[in-house]
């Protein structure tokens, strides 16, 4: 059997030699100081006994608990394992995922607003004026910043926390994005449906274009991916690389290849073979800006000639670690080849990401996708609740 002794158990023991040496003290007249002469000396051999029994485990007298720590067994520890639950770990959420992408933008955006909003009890000028100067100085830009200072100003007198003034920047928030929110869909009378995607080098539209083929690979429909990018051998091959990979037809074409060109083949081929989707890699720089941006226009103009209409989606991607930079090139993009939609990336490695309430306030360009990683599915279709929640929330 086995027993576990608790601290007063021990001192019991102690107790009953106690009262056994008093007792044989008492009996043989040895003690040093003299013990109460009404209690009779059996009394103390009488406690000693108890206390001491009572330490004892005695079976049925008084019976211990068994330890509660079980004896270290490896091969049940083994047994045990939550696989379960160590899987669900690995393998976070779709919204996980979105919480710990915006996390760090949560820190560079909210928290800054949040922590001058700390500083007082009441909203008062002093206050105002560091609420103004912080959201001057996030990446929501300017005009953004302005439009939501005025809104808390406006109702300061009326309202009587900053939590309130929080509550106030939330909603406006919340409401400049669910504007944006409107994720691209493949209707089923356009076929081939032609996405053109533009951007700055290294913004993510190769990875970006691979995502979206996934995805819509996925979802059951033909793809082709076209090289526009000829500016650069290497991203000819990255992009194959990916096509490759997510199972999508690829056209390609050798460094230096009229991008225009590369674009219609890839129209072409996208009619002649029936696929659903056509998605046009673009180049992000050339010799100039205007060499660029007249390069795309072309782009445009030929697939519309081959086909009117197309590309039915014109798609920037977006670097998000660049912060206020990409308001002015939305606008660069927007004002050269009217963008329709947008694909914000990096918001995972981006404490700047607040950028995205500028573009939603300023442009009235859908907002399609986020990127919040390097993988394949992570890519989401943009959700304007789920992003404030997620932007939101102090974790
Ligand atoms: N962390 C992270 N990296 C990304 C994301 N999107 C793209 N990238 C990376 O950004 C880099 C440039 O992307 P790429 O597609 O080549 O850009 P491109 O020059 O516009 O075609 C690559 O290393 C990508 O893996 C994203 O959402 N999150
Ligand atoms: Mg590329």
Not at 189 to 204: A, H, K, L, Q, Y
Not at 339 to 357: E, H, P, Q, R
Request: proline share 6%.
């Amino acid at each position: 059997m086995k027993y576990r002794f608790s601290p007063h158990d021990y001192i019991v023991f102690v107790v009953s030699y106690l009262f056994f040496f008093l007792y044989i003290g008492q009996v043989n007249n040895v003690l040093p100081f003299p013990l109460p002469a009404e209690i009779p000396s059996w009394t103390y051999l009488v406690v000693a006994i108890v206390f001491n029994i009572w330490v004892i485990p005695i079976p049925g007298i008084h019976p211990r608990k068994p330890p509660e720590v079980a004896e270290y067994k490896p091969e049940e520890i083994v047994e045990k394992k939550p696989v379960k639950p160590a899987l669900k770990e690995l393998v976070p959420t779709s919204k996980e995922k979105l919480e710990q992408g915006l996390s760090q933008t949560h820190k560079g955006f909210i928290n800054r607003i949040s922590a001058v909003l700390k500083g007082s009890q009441t909203l008062d000028e002093a206050m105002l004026s560091q609420l103004e100067e912080t959201l001057v100085g996030t990446d929501i830009g300017v005009k953004t910043a302005y439009m939501l200072f005025e809104h808390v100003q406006k109702q300061a007198s009326s309202i009587d926390s900053p939590d309130a003034a929080m509550g106030i920047i939330h909603s406006e928030i919340t409401q400049i994005l669910a504007h944006r929110q409107m994720p691209l869909t493949i209707p089923a009378d356009i076929r081939p449906f032609v996405i053109m995607v533009t951007g700055v080098n290294g913004s993510g539209k190769t990875t970006t274009i691979a995502k979206i083929a996934h995805r819509l690979k996925n979802d059951g429909l033909s793809v082709i991916i076209a090289s526009g990018d000829t500016f650069r051998a290497a991203a000819i091959e990255q992009l194959e690389h990916w096509a490759n990979k997510v199972g999508a037809d690829f056209i390609k074409a050798h460094e230096g290849a009229d991008p225009s060109s590369v674009a219609f083949d890839g129209l072409q081929a996208a009619i002649s073979r029936k696929i659903d989707v056509l998605i046009i890699d673009t180049a992000g720089r050339l010799h100039t800006r205007e060499t660029l941006m007249d390069e795309l226009k072309k782009t445009k103009r030929v697939l519309d000639k081959k086909m009117p209409g197309a590309p039915h989606e014109n798609l920037l991607v977006l670097d998000a670690t660049i912060g206020q930079n990409a308001i002015e090139q939305t606008r660069q993009f927007n004002n050269a080849i009217d963008v329709s939609g947008i694909a914000l990336t990096k918001l995972d490695g981006s404490s700047k990401g607040g950028v995205i309430v500028g573009i939603a306030n300023e442009f009235e360009i859908p907002i399609r996708f986020i990127g919040i990683g390097e993988g394949m599915d992570d890519l989401q279709t943009f959700d304007a609740q789920q992003f404030v929640d997620a932007l939101f929330l102090d974790n």
